[in-house]
């Protein structure tokens, strides 16, 4: 019986205990790990976001960027900072459900040593070349490569990133081979696409949105369903003749494995009523990005089915990172 009160007196205290941290939290600013490079469709929509939420709620949230291996050194550093609810990351598709495969070797399991908290967005990518580039629309530049294979070169943000797996996809289906040219972030590639030293490069809406409004890219095709609102004369890959195709990335927070649960939810709570404000929502849909939502549970469960989907693409490709 004595052994029963003690019990029931260590989960009343326990409960206690959770619950005044969390009414208490946040006591100091929240930093925010963005595992890419500034000015990047990831970095865009993690500060729009955590703006808004801020601006709410009277938290400090600081952004932090530290990119690397491809993502993985920012989550790696989130991973295994204190759970205490002062550290989140931004992950995306590429870093929490392609580099499980494409490395043969991660620093973290993105499903045992991360708290989803909520998925941000979703976002197609776009295929582009330079204003001065000889390509006018996508037949144009697939022409080119069945002409030369292996001439035409398609630059992505890294290897084995979103952009560069769906750039593969979509070579298997036009029956082409081009020569792939990884960066290291987006801010180089833009530059090099721009200049024409590149000729077609992929990679996010939100990341390439700003320099095809301004002319100095020339969009050829998204790679989702339907098209842009913000960029509509821009058709899909799916309509130009590849039926079926379809491929978008994903944006959302996670905490370290062990952050409080109450604070996960505070978290999950505020981030979806700023994803509701119809300015952040109208900011998001300009930067080409599909705001969306939903529990920690719901993002769980999107990451546990994209890890083998775009596991197979990973393996069909032949791409690896040692």
Avoid: C
């Avoid at 913000?230 to 944006?251: H, L, M, Q, R």
């Amino acid at each position: 019986m004595q052994a029963s009160r003690r019990l029931l007196f260590a989960l009343a205290a326990s409960t206690l205990t959770t619950s005044a941290f969390a009414q208490a939290w946040p006591a100091k600013p929240i930093r925010l790990v963005v595992p890419f490079p500034p000015g990047g469709g990831t970095d865009i929509i993690a500060r729009e976001t955590s703006q808004k939420v801020a601006a709410a709620t009277g938290w400090t949230i600081v952004i932090d960027n530290k990119p690397g291996a491809g993502g993985n050194l920012g989550v790696d550093a989130a991973a295994k900072a204190a759970p205490d609810g002062y550290t989140i990351v931004i992950g995306q598709s590429s870093n929490l459900a392609i580099n499980p495969t494409l490395y043969a070797k991660m620093p973290y399991d993105s499903q045992k040593d991360l708290t989803p908290i909520i998925l941000l967005a979703n976002a197609p990518l776009v295929m582009v070349t330079g204003t001065n580039s000889p390509y006018k629309t996508l037949a144009d530049a697939v022409n080119a490569a069945k002409a030369k294979p292996g001439s035409v070169n398609f630059a992505s943000p890294g290897n084995g990133t979103v952009a560069h797996l769906t750039s593969e996809m979509f070579q298997k289906a036009a029956g082409i081979q081009t020569q792939h040219v990884p960066y290291k972030g987006a801010n180089q590639a833009l530059t090099d696409v721009i200049s024409g030293n590149v000729e077609l490069y992929m990679s996010s809406v939100p990341t390439l949105i700003g320099q095809i409004k301004q002319g100095k890219l020339r969009a050829l095709a998204v790679t989702s369903a339907k098209r842009v609102d913000d960029i509509p004369n821009v058709p899909t890959i799916n309509e130009s003749g590849y039926k079926g195709f379809d491929a978008v990335t994903w944006f959302g927070l996670l905490a370290p494995a062990g952050t409080p649960k109450d604070v996960i939810a505070r978290l999950n709570a505020e981030y979806n009523k700023a994803l509701k404000l119809p300015d952040l929502s109208k900011r998001l849909s300009d930067e080409g990005a599909d705001p969306a939502g939903g529990t920690p549970e719901q993002f769980a469960t999107l990451i546990k089915d994209e890890i083998p989907r775009w596991g197979k693409v990973v393996k069909e490709s032949g791409a690896k990172v040692d």
